[in-house]
């Protein structure tokens, strides 16, 4: 990803990255043309889905079931046949 000073279009470095959320981060940046030296922070958000994720919940699931232990698995199931 390329970020780009907002005062002289000059490629900028991200320096730090804080996550608000899983949708949302702020890019603290700094501009690489020393004789700029801007620093800025911009955002970063998910904006909408082009084609949606293989992964499943079922599919999802299975994988944390298999990545159970045995004793694990048959507790799992006794807990789910009360259902």
Known sequence: ??????ECGAKSCIQKS???SSKYADLYC???DPEC???FV???SFSHTLSPSAKTTSQLTF???KALAPEQIKELQDQLSIL
């Open 1 to 6: 990803m390329r970020v780009f000073c907002p």
């Open 18 to 20: 804080n996550r608000i």
């Open 30 to 32: 700094s501009c690489s």
């Open 37 to 39: 030296g801007h620093s």
């Open 42 to 44: 911009m955002n970063l």
């Open 63 to 65: 994988e944390m079931v």
